[in-house]
């Protein structure tokens, strides 16, 4: 929300209402630098720690539900709206989720890897291969 903030302060500063003035302004950008790094710290965490394909579709969803929420709240974006745009907006997003969903519960499961190892024996002129197969 902070984003958000910072640009009706760009909007208004473009318009000729002087915004860098106020302190809270300058709050709004710490608040959103520390929001990025922490938002990009923790990305990296889980991408080093799952599969992307794993990553990205909780990603977007989580942050399309707590965009949505926090609008709802700070904004108050629903006062406005008729009951059916509501429902509409609603439904979309549940599309838009469900169809998230769908695409990662039916993508191809990732390949088993097989690990073989094998343990040559010499003896004089004869050997003997003992390989074990691992999966």
């Known amino acids: 929300m902070s984003v958000k903030a910072i640009g009706i302060a760009i909007k208004l500063t473009l318009e000729g209402i002087d915004q860098a003035k106020y302190f809270q302004i300058w709050i709004f950008a710490m608040v959103a630098i520390t929001c990025i790094i922490t938002q990009l710290n923790?990305?990296?965490?889980?991408?080093?720690?799952?599969?992307?394909?794993?990553?990205?579709?909780?990603y977007y969803a989580m942050f399309t539900s707590f965009t949505i929420f926090a609008s709802a709240i700070m904004f108050k974006d629903y006062s406005c709206q008729s009951a059916s745009s509501i429902a509409s907006e609603l439904c979309g997003f549940i599309i838009v989720l469900s169809g998230t969903t769908a695409l990662h519960s039916t993508r191809e499961p990732d390949p088993h890897f097989v690990v073989v190892t094998c343990l040559?024996?010499?003896?004089?002129?004869?050997?003997?291969?003992c390989c074990k197969y691992i999966i």
């Open 120 to 129: 040559l024996h010499i003896s004089g002129q004869n050997f003997d291969v």
């Open 42 to 58: 923790y990305l990296n965490m889980a991408l080093d720690t799952f599969n992307t394909a794993v990553v990205s579709p909780i």
